[in-house]
């Protein structure tokens, strides 16, 4: 057996977060070994936000062209996906190479190594042959994959996940969605806006399920407009592939047919793979539990969406900065405090860290971890019109037994809603006794830069009075929050 090669930091799983944590521990000044299965950047670069986005950019223009008929003369829209496909193979993956990457890591200060890692005992990490004692700590960042459901016949067919959706070059011209949330919903109004006849199948009885249910209806209204149809409450029974077709087969008898499918019914973070038995931590969890910095076990962290947080990638940069911070803090103390010498560097490093975190927007101050606080996480849904929402919904403020006020305005009721013919709404839900808000949906053309506003107001907890009290620029989209916070009854 190899003898173990002893480094600082292990950094397990180089996607988002894996990659943020190695990165800026390396430029601290620590030997860090960085192990990556596929591609450095994970999920979001490659087959996730960023490759999508460039997919709705191109959707939304197609649909803004549509809407010059009646508004600004007539236009000829003739969709073509090609340009979208080469920009992503072009501009956004250099065609799933993580060359760049890795250079970018490397160039960092980080060791790289391709290939799985697992725990090995405690503070060993095994890829292959290789076996690394890691010092200081080891960071687990390994993501999640597709959750495909155990629907008969499905695992026997040809199904697309999102991994296909986005490498696709040709597009089918017909496609079944199995999911109805987030990312379901903005790959569906994407390929129905360039011509796919798209039908979303959700098990639930609505879209979106898990925001308010007004987020829900505006979302479906808005893509049916585009020609999508969309079926809930029908639980998928089995799935058939006859060489072209597919047929999902709904309880109740309802049947769906069309040339590809698109699974798109949730992750799961594979915890069995990681070794997690040789260090006594429960590998049965669907998520890897941690403490508010980020602890899994003495020497242990995770980051991004493993820990069950929330799969954003800027949920899991937010949980990078932690993670550098109480490593470096953890280094500092086990080298004996920030006067010991030989510490010099890494010092250094911790101190930057966390002024860099507190550039960032952290509530931490010089010399402290700061702790994480989902309070006020912020998600969108990049649909047409967009789903931003914050915090809590009300039927999960009313489940804390919070004494609950909700306000509520049609963005058609604000003079740039009327304007623009925009469907949406601002929608806030405030804790009474507290006077402050503590959630909050905007449903708009600019939903998701409009939720900023009340990102502050949540995260802050900003007195209701101030809000009230505002001046929102007129006529701004934003200026609709005015208008639902003096709703609020
Ligand atoms: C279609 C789609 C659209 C999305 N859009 C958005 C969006 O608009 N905004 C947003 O905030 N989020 C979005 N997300 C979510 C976002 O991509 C994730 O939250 C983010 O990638 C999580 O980062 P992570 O570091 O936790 O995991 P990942 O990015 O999944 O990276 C984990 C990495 O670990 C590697 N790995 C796994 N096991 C091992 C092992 N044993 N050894 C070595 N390496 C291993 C994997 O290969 C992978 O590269 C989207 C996701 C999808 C699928």
Known sequence: MAEPEIVDVV?????????????????????????????????????????????????????????????????QVRPDWAPVAKRIREEATDTWNDRAAVERFTGRGGRFVRGAGRLDGPGRVRVGEQVFQARHGI??????????????????????????????????????????????????????????????VEALDRVLAVEEPEASEVAA???????????????????????QNFTLHGAGGTDFTAERLLVVTGRRAHLEELGLDTVGVDAKQRYLSVDDRLHVSDGIWAVGDLTGEGAFTHIAMYQAAIVVADVLDHVRHADGGPDAS???????????????????????????????????????????PEVGAVGLTEHQARERGINVQIGFTELSSSTRGWIHRSEGFIKVVADADQGVLIGATSVGPAGGEVLSGLVVAVHAAVPLAQLRHMIYAYPTFHRAIGDAIRDLS
């Open 11 to 75: 950094v397990v799983g180089l996607g988002v977060g894996g990659e943020e944590v190695a990165g800026r521990l390396a430029e601290a000044g620590l030997t860090v070994v960085g192990i990556e299965r596929d591609l450095v950047g994970g999920e979001c670069p490659y087959w996730g936000c960023i490759p999508s986005k460039m997919m709705i950019r191109a959707a939304n223009a197609i649909a803004e062209a549509r809407r010059i008929d009646g508004l600004a003369g007539t236009a």
């Open 139 to 200: 960071v687990l960042g390994t993501g999640t994959r597709p959750s495909v459901p155990p629907v008969d016949g499905l695992a026997d067919t040809p199904y697309w996940t999102n991994h296909q959706a986005i490498e696709v070059e040709e597009l089918p011209g017909s496609l079944l969605v199995l999911g109805g949330g987030a990312i379901g919903l903005e790959l569906a109004q994407v390929f129905a806006r360039f011509g796919v006849r798209v039908t979303v």
């Open 221 to 243: 209204a808005a893509l049916r407009a585009d020609g999508v149809e969309i079926h809930t409450g029908v639980k998928a029974e089995r799935v058939s592939h006859d060489g």
């Open 342 to 384: 030989g510490t010099a560097s890494v010092v250094g490093g911790a101190m930057g860290a966390t002024s860099a975190l507190g550039a960032s927007g952290s509530s931490g101050s010089a010399g402290t971890v700061p702790r994480a606080d989902y309070r006020a996480l912020p998600r969108v849904t990049f649909t047409d």
